[in-house]
């Protein structure tokens, strides 16, 4: 059996990587491979292939546990492999996830850790190609069976809110959704975005300003959190700067 693909290879990071370097080259290969840089089914398709394993990747190393169960398992199944008498695995060997996308709110029951992981990508990237699609309604089971074998992935869970919010299917649950991808994942000012789309669709004005101003400490120059802070009527009037230096100091 071809083993996964290696996910400190796929993050671009040594073994020994710290918790900072991995997120770090996280956020950095998020920019560079999102799916929405994509400008060709094709592209978008490979793209959103790709992205899912650098969050499967991710989600796994920036967590001690996850992290040090699979670092064990990759030191038994090289080792097992060398017994064999077989080749030493290549880091880049093709990943194991293959077949079809699983069918919509699937979940494998006493499957392995790894069978769960590669259906919960499945039913993530056929998540996807519905979303882009406008098909929120049908994209929201896929995003669901995702995270029904995969809870910890940030990603699954901001796509899940934001289908849920533009299929109109209770706004609540797309709130819940999208605290838990901030949760998972607060380095990402996207997914704070999202939160503050959601906020503002269902009149929650003050959560929504909350979540941009807090959104600011992490990023002070992001221009989208400043259009929404004016647009609510909670920016600056003459000094967007100094502004937003006193929302920072203030927190």
């Known amino acids: ?24 080259a996280y956020h950095r290969l998020a920019r560079e491979k999102h799916p929405d840089k994509g400008t060709t089914p094709e592209q978008i398709r490979q793209l959103q292939e790709g992205f899912a394993l650098i969050s499967t990747a991710y989600n796994t190393l920036k967590d001690k546990e996850k992290r040090a169960e699979y670092d064990n398992r990759r ?23 293959t077949g079809t996308a699983p069918a919509a709110g699937a979940a494998v029951k006493g499957g392995s850790s790894r069978e769960r992981l590669a259906i919960a990508q499945r039913a993530y990237a056929k998540g996807v190609q519905l979303f882009n699609a406008g098909d929120y309604t049908r994209a ?19 796509k899940l809110g934001l289908s849920l919010m533009r299929s109109h299917q209770g706004f609540n649950r797309a709130v819940t959704a999208i605290q838990r991808a901030v949760e998972l994942d607060p380095y990402n000012v996207d997914h704070r975005l999202a939160l503050g789309e959601i906020y503002e669709t269902v009149g929650s004005t003050s959560l929504a300003i909350k979540t941009y101003q807090d959104l600011l400490k992490w990023d002070a120059s992001n221009t989208k ?27």
């Open 1 to 24: 059996m071809a083993m996964e693909r290696d996910y400190y290879q796929i993050l671009e990071v040594p073994r020994d990587a710290s918790e900072k370097d991995v997120k770090r």
């Open 140 to 158: 929201c089971e896929f995003f669901d069976a995702a995270i029904k074998n995969n809870d910890s992935d940030a990603v699954y869970h901001v």
């Open 75 to 97: 030191r038994k199944e090289e080792a097992g492999r060398m017994q064999e008498g077989g080749p030493a695995p290549s880091a880049s060997a093709p990943a194991t996830a």
């Open 225 to 251: 959190a400043i259009e929404r802070l004016a647009a609510l009527g909670a920016g600056p009037s003459r000094s967007p700067l100094n502004w937003i230096r006193n929302i920072i100091k203030r927190r």
